[in-house]
């Protein structure tokens, strides 16, 4: 095919960026040629997203150069990208919901007539680009707030066309499309193909892969595993691939014995469309984890338990009692004591200005104080056990919580919450972002809670976690708990086949093959 | 001040005490140059003797209660616009009423304007800003129906009087009543879960939401304490002026929102101390009274009034605020 031959369109060369203490790329070299669809794949935190980010200029890197046509370039901004025909289609939307479809497909660059916007121009040129994408029902005189996910997917494309690309990337912007959009989608990315393009395309989805691509990338840990022609690897093989051998963490010893009877129990429990019916239980000292891709409804699930979705159905039930809290401040109450540790700690956790002990202390004031009054001498012992259980290594109490690390900010988090003696514990992928050291700690503190009898909910988008902390784990897709993995039987391969929703079963066997 | 006696606590931050030090440094320059002035023109010390500086504090005290209410507001991030007719309407109501019931009457107006905007803001999260801007013209349509439009012809009561404008061994009245506000508002903000709620909400509403504060409650009663400050003030402003007069709130808003921020309270909110806004309220009656002993007409009044503000502003802008 298009193998070797050609000289590559875009190739990138020893590029490494990290992100404070966090490597994010190392040593990547990656090229792409013209007239190809290329697959990157790769678990969540693997690096694709700041690979194209590099290409497209919205960061820079920190070492490496990358050459365009075989010229050396350097993007210091998305402009500069697009001007030199590299273009992204991001994961998030970029359209401006209150400008009319027509305005954001000229959002830059609108064609102008004695230097005012030339509206009939700009009506005419989004339905030129609309038509070519099989989007001719959209109508470019609507507001973009006013039209459905997959519609506004398709207009982010017709965008992206209409600034004339050579590479275009396309990073999960098939999530929210309709079957018949993705078919016309496929027609539109092999014509394009054929006209010469370079695409690289970024899915979840196996299959679409299997269906539009000729080349296919693995990137794991911020490196470049390996790139390859489809075909030649089965599904088993490629997961493999993602997956690696490398153990980043050592977790504290599971205990085998037989699974507690249940403490916490969640039967039916609906909110919106995003959750479909969740039925979970978790037993008095167990640790229960909840894997899946991201966005199938983990957050939501934790955020419902804790009271702080309105509208949601179902039962939740602690020792036996009705125990769906209204809001976080019920979740907490002595009746149920349940403890959320938030997904983003500079923003859910903590209240960055103030002071280590005043966030420390901000979800137990009640129990350390007497009437209306704060009890500073209760309050001032507590904030000392809390420092000494955790290890936070501080200057002073007194300190904005904003001047500590990463780790040690998510130390106090976790320690507010202990500090309410909390029954069932739910986590949002507490470890994002912290220092490896640091998540051992919290491994061994998460099975010392347990063993003294806590319930603990832990949903994290690193694979290695979820085997190495959890007694069992809940896979979600689509807003239900699709599998339920238990002891030897949560491995990399279930965990994988089961959040991609395909057959565990042949995953694990053509994985089997590759070593055996 | 009391406020002043009570200790740096382990919880306060440096930089808060900084804008105060800097208002505190302004006030005595004003003192001096203000003297200076006399000294010059009329060989006199007016400026420091007691009984200038004491009547002063009872014009301050006014302002004092005011204030306080609004740091409440806004250190949990919001604002009270509708403070002025809160205040008016407190005190014609409270002279309507008159007797044994006139301040009760007064405060139970504020309380009542102070739950609307909180609930408005807590439950149908409307922007303060135009919430109580708009409650603010529904008090004053609703007490320019119940007047007609002209001064009421009813008198402040002799205990409205004697708490505005009486004085117990040579000190006003007024300045006890601002006292004791100082003192309840200062405890509550420095030792009460109440206090500790409010700058949390103030710093981050979600992140105090999740810890699992009650924030709405907290919202509601920062903003019921407001309006009836506001309304306190009113009953005593009427005392001062023996009744109750059209309009007579709008001069007290945006000085109270400039003593609180003058005092170092961020306009975001989450951060202040209590006792900047005492010194905040002194500097601004300081300045007014300053400027019309030094005869300075109307027009450069505003300007220099405006100018000390927002150069306050700018000196403590620097170091606002940590980042992450």
């Given at each position: 095919?298009?193998?070797r031959?050609?000289?590559?369109?875009l190739?990138?060369?020893?590029?490494?960026?990290?992100y404070?203490?966090?490597?994010a790329?190392?040593?990547?070299?990656?090229?792409?040629?013209?007239g190809?669809?290329?697959?990157?794949?790769?678990?969540?935190?693997?690096g694709?997203?700041?690979?194209?980010?590099?290409?497209?200029?919205?960061v820079?890197?920190?070492?490496?150069?990358?050459?365009?046509?075989?010229?050396?370039r350097?993007?210091?901004?998305?402009?500069?990208?697009n001007?030199?025909?590299?273009?992204?289609?991001?994961?998030?939307?970029?359209?401006?919901?209150?400008?009319?479809?027509?305005?954001?497909?000229s959002i830059?660059?609108?064609p102008t007539?004695?230097?005012?916007i030339?509206?009939?121009a700009?009506?005419r040129?989004?339905?030129?680009?609309?038509?070519?994408?099989?989007?001719?029902d959209?109508?470019?005189?609507?507001?973009?707030?006013?039209?459905p996910?997959?519609?506004?997917?398709?207009?982010?494309?017709?965008?992206?066309?209409?600034?004339?690309?050579q590479l275009?990337?396309l990073?999960?912007?098939?999530?929210a499309l309709?079957?018949?959009?993705?078919?016309t989608?496929?027609?539109?990315?092999?014509?394009?193909r054929?006209?010469g393009?370079?695409?690289l395309?970024?899915?979840?989805?196996?299959?679409?892969?299997?269906?539009?691509?000729?080349?296919?990338?693995?990137?794991?840990?911020?490196?470049?595993?390996?790139t390859?022609?489809?075909?030649?690897?089965?599904?088993?093989?490629?997961?493999?691939?993602?997956?690696?051998?490398?153990?980043?963490?050592?977790?504290?010893?599971?205990?085998?014995?037989?699974?507690?009877?249940?403490?916490f129990e969640?039967?039916k429990?609906?909110?919106?469309?995003?959750?479909?019916?969740?039925?979970?239980?978790?037993?008095?000292?167990e640790?229960?984890?909840?894997?899946g891709?991201?966005?199938?409804?983990?957050?939501?699930?934790?955020l419902?338990?804790f009271?702080?979705?309105?509208?949601v159905?179902?039962?939740?039930?602690?020792?036996?009692k009705?125990?769906?809290?209204?809001?976080?401040a019920?979740?907490?109450?002595?009746?149920?004591?349940?403890?959320?540790i938030?997904?983003?700690?500079?923003?859910?956790?903590?209240?960055?200005?103030?002071s280590?002990?005043?966030n420390?202390?901000?979800?137990s004031?009640?129990?350390?104080?007497?009437?209306?009054f704060?009890?500073?001498?209760k309050?001032?012992?507590a904030?000392?056990?809390?420092?000494k259980?955790?290890?936070?290594?501080i200057?002073?109490?007194?300190d904005?919580?904003?001047?500590?690390?990463?780790?040690?900010?998510?130390?106090?988090?976790i320690?507010?919450?202990?500090?309410?003696?909390?029954?069932?514990?739910?986590?949002?992928?507490p470890?994002?972002?912290?220092?490896?050291?640091?998540?051992?700690?919290?491994?061994?503190?998460?099975?010392?809670?347990?063993?003294?009898?806590?319930?603990?909910?832990?949903?994290s988008?690193?694979?290695?976690?979820?085997?190495?902390c959890?007694?069992?784990?809940a896979?979600?897709?689509?807003?239900?708990?699709?599998v339920?993995?238990?002891g030897d039987?949560?491995?990399?391969?279930?965990?994988?086949a089961?959040?991609?929703?395909?057959d565990?079963g042949?995953?694990?066997?053509?994985g089997?093959?590759?070593?055996? | 001040m009391?406020a002043?006696?009570l200790?740096?606590?382990?919880?306060?931050?440096?930089a808060?005490?900084?804008?105060?030090?800097?208002?505190?440094?302004?006030?005595?320059?004003?003192?001096?140059?203000?003297?200076?002035?006399?000294?010059?023109?009329?060989?006199t010390?007016t400026?420091?003797s007691?009984?200038?500086?004491?009547?002063?504090?009872?014009?301050?005290?006014?302002?004092?209660?005011?204030?306080?209410?609004?740091?409440?507001?806004?250190?949990?991030?919001?604002?009270?616009l509708?403070?002025?007719?809160?205040l008016?309407?407190?005190?014609?109501?409270?002279?309507?009423?008159?007797?044994?019931?006139?301040?009760?009457?007064?405060?139970?107006?504020?309380?009542?304007?102070?739950v609307?905007?909180?609930?408005?803001?807590?439950?149908?999260?409307?922007?303060s800003?135009?919430?109580?801007?708009g409650?603010?013209?529904v008090?004053?349509?609703?007490m320019?129906?119940?007047?007609?439009?002209?001064?009421?012809?009813?008198?402040?009561?002799?205990?409205?009087r004697?708490?505005?404008?009486?004085?117990?061994a040579?000190?006003p009245?007024?300045?006890?009543?601002?006292?004791?506000?100082?003192?309840?508002?200062?405890?509550?903000?420095?030792?009460?879960v109440?206090?500790?709620t409010?700058?949390?909400?103030?710093?981050?509403?979600?992140?105090a939401?999740?810890?699992?504060?009650?924030?709405?409650?907290?919202?509601?009663?920062?903003?019921?304490?407001?309006?009836?400050?506001?309304?306190?003030?009113?009953?005593?402003?009427?005392?001062?002026?023996?009744?109750?007069?059209?309009?007579?709130?709008?001069a007290?808003v945006l000085p109270?929102?400039?003593?609180?921020?003058?005092?170092?309270?961020?306009?975001?909110?989450?951060?202040?101390?209590?006792?900047?806004?005492?010194?905040?309220?002194?500097l601004i009656?300081?300045?007014n009274?300053?400027?019309?002993?030094m005869?300075m007409?109307?027009?450069?009044?505003?300007?220099?009034?405006?100018?000390?503000?927002?150069?306050?502003?700018?000196?403590?802008?620097?170091n606002?605020?940590?980042t992450?």
């Amino acid at each position: 095919m298009t193998d070797r031959d050609a000289q590559p369109l875009l190739s990138l060369s020893k590029i490494s960026k990290r992100y404070g203490g966090v490597r994010a790329l190392e040593d990547v070299d990656f090229s792409c040629s013209a007239g190809s669809i290329h697959a990157i794949l790769g678990e969540n935190g693997a690096g694709k997203s700041t690979l194209i980010k590099i290409m497209s200029g919205v960061v820079q890197p920190d070492t490496g150069s990358m050459t365009l046509t075989g010229t050396p370039r350097r993007f210091l901004s998305p402009a500069e990208a697009n001007a030199a025909g590299v273009v992204c289609v991001f994961q998030e939307l970029s359209l401006m919901p209150d400008l009319s479809v027509a305005d954001n497909i000229s959002i830059v660059g609108p064609p102008t007539r004695l230097g005012l916007i030339d509206a009939k121009a700009q009506r005419r040129r989004a339905e030129e680009l609309l038509a070519s994408i099989g989007c001719e029902d959209v109508n470019p005189l609507l507001n973009v707030r006013d039209l459905p996910l997959s519609r506004r997917q398709m207009v982010e494309i017709a965008k992206a066309l209409g600034k004339k690309p050579q590479l275009l990337i396309l990073d999960e912007a098939t999530s929210a499309l309709t079957n018949s959009d993705v078919a016309t989608i496929y027609e539109v990315l092999k014509r394009l193909r054929r006209e010469g393009l370079s695409i690289l395309y970024i899915s979840h989805r196996m299959h679409e892969i299997e269906e539009l691509a000729d080349r296919a990338s693995v990137f794991r840990n911020g490196r470049h595993i390996e790139t390859f022609p489809m075909g030649r690897y089965g599904h088993g093989e490629i997961v493999e691939l993602m997956i690696g051998r490398e153990i980043s963490a050592q977790y504290p010893p599971k205990v085998k014995r037989e699974r507690p009877a249940p403490l916490f129990e969640v039967k039916k429990l609906t909110w919106e469309n995003r959750l479909r019916a969740v039925d979970l239980s978790i037993g008095k000292g167990e640790i229960v984890g909840l894997g899946g891709l991201d966005g199938q409804g983990q957050k939501e699930l934790l955020l419902a338990l804790f009271g702080v979705l309105k509208g949601v159905t179902g039962e939740v039930t602690l020792d036996g009692k009705p125990a769906l809290p209204g809001s976080p401040a019920e979740a907490k109450a002595p009746s149920r004591r349940i403890a959320l540790i938030p997904e983003d700690r500079k923003t859910e956790g903590l209240m960055l200005p103030m002071s280590i002990a005043e966030n420390l202390c901000s979800a137990s004031l009640d129990a350390l104080s007497t009437g209306p009054f704060i009890d500073r001498t209760k309050e001032e012992v507590a904030i000392t056990d809390a420092i000494k259980r955790l290890q936070i290594k501080i200057g002073s109490p007194g300190d904005a919580v904003a001047t500590l690390s990463g780790g040690n900010q998510q130390k106090v988090v976790i320690a507010k919450w202990l500090m309410t003696n909390p029954r069932v514990i739910l986590l949002n992928d507490p470890t994002r972002g912290i220092d490896v050291g640091t998540k051992q700690e919290i491994y061994a503190l998460l099975r010392q809670l347990a063993d003294k009898g806590a319930a603990i909910l832990f949903y994290s988008t690193d694979y290695d976690e979820l085997i190495g902390c959890c007694d069992r784990v809940a896979v979600m897709y689509d807003g239900a708990i699709k599998v339920e993995l238990e002891g030897d039987g949560i491995t990399e391969q279930a965990l994988i086949a089961s959040a991609l929703n395909i057959d565990a079963g042949a995953a694990a066997r053509s994985g089997h093959g590759v070593h055996g | 001040m009391t406020a002043a006696t009570l200790k740096p606590r382990r919880f306060a931050l440096a930089a808060d005490d900084k804008p105060i030090v800097i208002a505190s440094a302004f006030i005595v320059v004003l003192l001096m140059i203000g003297t200076g002035y006399t000294l010059a023109t009329q060989g006199t010390m007016t400026l420091l003797s007691p009984n200038y500086l004491l009547q002063q504090l009872q014009i301050g005290a006014f302002l004092g209660v005011v204030a306080a209410g609004m740091m409440l507001v806004i250190l949990i991030g919001h604002i009270d616009l509708s403070v002025a007719w809160t205040l008016a309407a407190a005190a014609m109501m409270a002279t309507t009423v008159g007797g044994a019931w006139a301040i009760p009457t007064g405060l139970a107006v504020g309380l009542t304007v102070g739950v609307i905007n909180g609930l408005g803001v807590a439950y149908l999260r409307v922007p303060s800003m135009i919430f109580t801007l708009g409650v603010n013209a529904v008090m004053r349509g609703l007490m320019v129906a119940h007047t007609g439009g002209f001064a009421p012809q009813t008198a402040a009561t002799d205990l409205m009087r004697f708490l505005a404008a009486e004085r117990i061994a040579g000190i006003p009245m007024a300045i006890f009543v601002w006292l004791g506000v100082s003192v309840v508002i200062a405890i509550v903000l420095k030792r009460t879960v109440f206090g500790r709620t409010i700058y949390a909400i103030g710093n981050r509403e979600a992140a105090a939401y999740l810890a699992g504060m009650h924030t709405r409650g907290v919202i509601i009663t920062a903003f019921a304490a407001c309006g009836m400050l506001a309304g306190l003030a009113g009953v005593l402003l009427a005392g001062y002026s023996t009744k109750a007069y059209q309009g007579m709130g709008d001069a007290y808003v945006l000085p109270a929102i400039a003593a609180v921020v003058i005092g170092g309270t961020n306009i975001l909110g989450g951060r202040g101390k209590y006792l900047g806004t005492v010194v905040g309220v002194i500097l601004i009656v300081l300045l007014n009274s300053v400027l019309s002993i030094m005869q300075m007409p109307e027009a450069g009044r505003q300007i220099i009034y405006g100018v000390v503000i927002i150069s306050m502003l700018l000196v403590y802008g620097r170091n606002q605020r940590v980042t992450s």
